[in-house]
DNA sequence: ACTATGACAGACG
DNA sequence: TCGTCTGCCATAG
C-alpha cells in the first residue's frame, strides 16, 4: 500500500464532522481514487480513525461492524432505520463541498 | 500473465 | 427493489 495514500485517506476520514456520515464513493472523489481503494484502506487501518462514520451508498456496513457503529451512532445522534432497509444513515451524508475545505488544509498541514 | 475477490459505486433492466 | 455488469485498485493464488 502506499503510505501517502493512505494518510490521505484516514485524513479525509477525519474531517468527517461529529454527528455525519460520508460515503467510501465521497471519500474516494475526495481523495481521488477509487472507491475499493478507500474500501481497502479502511479494512487495514480504519480502525485507528472514527470508521463509523464512514458507510456504503446505501447506509449499511457489515454485520460485525454495524453493531460497534450502532453504538456510536446513538452517541452522535445520528439516527438509522434497524433492519437494514431504509436506513436513514443517508440523512446524515456531509456536504462533500464542505468536507473538502478542511480536508485541504489538513493535507496541506501534514506535509 | 491471468483470474478471483474485496468494509464499493453507478447505471440499467 | 432486486440482479447484473462495469469501473476501480491492490492482493492472493
Redesign the pocket.
Same mark, same amino acid.
Not at 481514487?33 to 481497502?40: A, E, I
Not at 464512514?54 to 446505501?58: I, L, M, Q
Given at each position: +500500500?502506499?503510505e501517502q /495514500?493512505v494518510e490521505r485517506v484516514l485524513r479525509a476520514v477525519e474531517q468527517i464532522p461529529r454527528g455525519r456520515v460520508a %460515503?467510501? &464513493?465521497d471519500l474516494?472523489e475526495l481523495v481521488g481514487? !477509487?472507491? $475499493? /481503494? =478507500? !474500501? $481497502?484502506v +479502511? @479494512?487495514l487501518y &480504519? @480502525?485507528n480513525v472514527t470508521?463509523w462514520r =464512514?458507510? %456504503?451508498? %446505501?447506509g449499511d /456496513?457489515?454485520l460485525a /461492524?454495524a453493531d460497534e457503529a450502532r453504538a456510536r451512532w446513538a452517541d452522535e445522534g445520528i439516527t438509522w432505520k434497524p433492519n437494514g $432497509? &431504509?436506513c436513514r444513515i443517508r440523512d446524515h451524508r456531509v456536504d462533500l463541498t464542505r468536507l473538502a475545505d478542511d480536508y485541504e488544509r489538513a493535507v496541506r498541514d501534514l506535509g
Open positions: +500500500m502506499d /495514500l %460515503s467510501y &464513493g474516494a481514487v !477509487g472507491p $475499493r /481503494l =478507500v !474500501g $481497502r +479502511m @479494512s &480504519g @480502525s470508521w =464512514v458507510t %456504503s451508498a %446505501s /456496513l457489515p /461492524l $432497509r &431504509g
